[in-house]
């Protein structure tokens, strides 16, 4: 049953750094983007902004455009890297389970990691706001919105490392390709193709700064949609046929 292969692979993630990496890496960004804020309020602070979404963009210039997508990559390495190691594939695989279920419960737990990570962002965010008494109007449900639509917009990009994570054995392989592909998000960010960039993708939902140039929404999550079908297809049907050394 589906259920008891996802207890078995959650297992394996109890005494891995995965979900450790959840609430310290949410809480680096914090640190970054609203110390930065801090030290140089004078720059970004108008006479009538809302210090709440202000400090939020520079959080989100740190953990949307680099810390985000290279998380996702390293879920996704550490998911898989129990069974290359230990030749698990293998020792799994010789069992009559199901390799759908199998490859679902992964990207389950996947995007399981991604849901905390962003929970922890969002939550730790406002208790900190609390705390350094940011000023303006604050509400509850646009910070909600914006972990929600970053989670939605990482499920695409997810998809994409789970299935390079499995098909590669190296650990630094897929990590590598992933950050190569990160570094240009800086870049990418300032075009309009940045919202159909799945390393991007993340970022341009949850910031504030792009909501003027935001696509509409039924256009975004038929991209998104598109974008995810296709990943988790291609993969699930790589994994049904790989063989496992």
């Not at 008891?4 to 959840?22: C, P």
Request: glycine share 6%.
């Amino acid at each position: 049953m589906f259920s008891n292969i996802l207890s078995v692979e959650l297992l394996k993630t109890k005494r891995s750094v995965l979900w450790a990496l959840a609430l310290l890496v949410p809480s680096l960004s914090i640190f970054l983007g609203v110390g930065n804020f801090l030290v140089n309020a004078r720059e970004f602070i108008g006479p009538d902004d809302n210090l709440w979404v202000e400090a939020w963009s520079q959080v989100v210039i740190f953990y949307g455009m680099i810390f985000l997508p290279t998380l996702v990559g390293i879920y996704a390495v550490t998911i898989c890297r129990f069974d290359h190691l230990t030749g698990g594939w293998k020792q799994i695989l010789s069992f009559p389970i199901s390799r759908i279920k199998l490859y679902f419960a992964k990207l389950f737990i996947l995007y399981l990691l991604l849901a905390v990570t962003q929970l922890s962002l969002v939550g730790q965010y406002i208790f900190i706001g609390h705390i350094v008494d940011l000023s303006g109007t604050f509400v509850l449900k646009d910070f909600v919105l914006y972990g929600l639509f970053g989670w939605l917009a990482s499920l695409p990009l997810a998809s994409l490392q789970l299935w390079l994570a499995f098909n590669w054995r190296s650990f630094g392989l897929p990590l590598t390709v992933n950050i190569a592909l990160t570094i240009p998000v800086l870049m990418v960010s300032q075009t309009p193709y940045a919202f159909y960039y799945p390393w991007a993708q993340p970022s341009m939902m949850m910031s504030p700064a792009y909501e003027l140039f935001r696509p509409s929404y039924e256009e975004l999550f038929a991209v998104f949609s598109v974008l995810l079908i296709l990943f988790t297809t291609l993969g699930l049907l790589h994994f049904r046929r790989k063989e496992f050394a």
